[in-house]
């Protein structure tokens, strides 16, 4: 089933999504100073393209410049993904198939707000970054 969903996914939300994620990486990987966003921005780019199946956890190991690069990222590209996500969301919900998709899509809202000091884990390995 999650690979069904993914696949409807990938064709009606996930390339765009993805798109997104890329180029708002591109623009971070321009300067030295915006890299860790950038690569952030990548790495929740996969995590769009196949979400079902995967869960994102806080790292235990972030720490208080995490913080501040969340802060930075929410105010120059967080709330315009957040945005991207409302957008799609909203064409999905309109018929039944896409109901689980247009929740999936509301569910990458916080990453796309604050995505330093996370991780993209297996859902059946959801704790693994807490070791249990």
Do not use: E
Not at 31 to 47: E, M, N
Not at 80 to 98: K, Q, R, Y
Not at 113 to 122: D, E, F, H, R, S
């Amino acid at each position: 089933m999650k690979t069904l969903l993914n696949v409807i996914w990938l064709v009606f939300a996930g390339a765009w999504l993805a798109l997104g994620y890329v180029v708002a990486g591109i623009i971070c990987c321009v300067l030295v100073v915006t890299i860790p966003f950038g690569i952030a921005s990548f790495r929740i780019a996969s995590y769009v393209l196949w979400p079902f199946g995967r869960t994102i956890v806080d790292k235990p190991t972030a720490g208080a410049l995490s913080t501040i690069g969340n802060v930075i990222w929410f105010f120059v590209a967080g709330i315009w993904l957040a945005l991207g996500h409302v957008a799609t969301a909203i064409p999905l919900f309109v018929s039944i198939i896409g109901i689980p998709m247009g929740i999936a899509n509301l569910k990458l809202i916080p990453v796309s707000l604050v995505p330093l000091g996370k991780q993209i884990v297996p859902t059946d390995r959801a704790f693994a970054a807490y070791g249990r």
